[in-house]
């Protein structure tokens, strides 16, 4: 069983930065696709980012484009995801996720997830 533990969130001005980490029990997610969503209060859950095995590809919502940029560290068996100019729609619980075979955007692709790290942005 992977277990994802996701820390690094808190509370930032607009403007600002975080970096997220999200590290995996076991090492099966070096074969993986593993990516980052997000869900803000009354909405539903979004894609973020994703980055497949190896560092070969990345993928990240219009959102954040430009300001995301995910890495993984296969021999820690983590990524990141750092996030700069944040704003206050970025404001939601961030969840890893791990266990895709393609670098997608498709929550359902994913078999594991994290229990989610609060980012709160202010203005």
């Known amino acids: 069983q992977v277990q994802l533990v996701e820390s690094g969130g808190g509370l930032a001005q607009a403007g600002g930065s975080l970096r997220l980490s999200c590290s995996a029990s076991?090492?099966?997610?070096?074969?993986?696709?593993m990516g980052w969503f997000r869900q803000a209060p009354g909405k539903e859950r979004e894609f973020v980012s994703a980055?497949?095995?190896?560092?070969?590809?990345?993928y990240y919502a219009d959102s954040v484009k430009g300001r995301a940029t995910v890495s993984r560290d296969d021999a820690k068996n983590t990524i990141y995801l750092q996030m700069n100019s944040l704003k206050p729609e970025d404001t939601a619980v961030y969840y890893c996720?791990?266990?895709?075979?393609?670098?997608?955007?498709?929550?359902?692709?994913?078999?594991?997830w994290g229990q989610g790290t609060q980012v709160t942005v202010s203005s």
């Open positions: 996720a791990a266990g895709s075979s393609i670098l997608t955007r498709a929550a359902g692709s994913y078999l594991y």
């Open positions: 076991r090492r099966t997610f070096s074969n993986n696709v």
């Open positions: 980055i497949s095995w190896g560092s070969a590809g990345t």
